[in-house]
């Protein structure tokens, strides 16, 4: 897999994908601390599990965008290697504790993941090392959809990680269940939309993009 790598500071990211789905995972770190976080750990989770070892990284938490079948299967593995706690959006609980039937649907078999650790309280940061990841709830393509915004606590300058609430060229589909168009469009235009247009953004699938591209090409925000 190709490892994308648009962000402009230091900070240390890694990307992985793997099948059936090819949904991104990341693992981000601090350069001075060598603490850092995991988001929505799935099939790819061996991958990630690697990169924190190849970095000599101690990882804080692992932060889940939303808890559709792709994003957390790997959550049990990863809380089993790196003994840390797994937090996730309240109102996903619902398809968190779901996991097998939704595999069902899809006809994947899973397993069930351990349970959620901590639900998120406000905007946090959830701290690692120098950098913090804020949490920005962006309903629409689930009711507990987050983005979250990670950057230095000192900087304003921020990395979005928005799930599968936005995609370059594309936006997250709505008809699964809790999801509403008009609720993601709103998520979109009324908090992603706001970050500026240099704003690099990682989805959950496919290539990175910025807030500003998205403004201008987005075929669905227009
Ligand atoms: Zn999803
Ligand atoms: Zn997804």
Known sequence: MRKWRLNKLNMILETRAAAPFFKNGFVVGCEDTREGILIDPGDEVSELLAAVKAHKLAIRYILLTHAHIDHITGVGAAKRA?????GLHRADHFLYKAIVQQ?????????PQPEIDFFYEGAGPWRFGNYGAWVYHTPGHCPGGVCLAVGREEEAARTLFVGDTLFAGSIGRTDLPGGDLDTLLRSIRDVLFNFPDETVVYPG??????????????????
């Open 82 to 86: 790196l003994g840390v706690p797994a």
């Open 103 to 111: 595999g069902q649907m899809l006809g994947v078999p899973v397993e």
């Open 205 to 222: 699938h496919g290539e990175p993009t910025t807030v500003g591209n998205e403004k201008r090409t987005n075929p669905f925000l227009g």
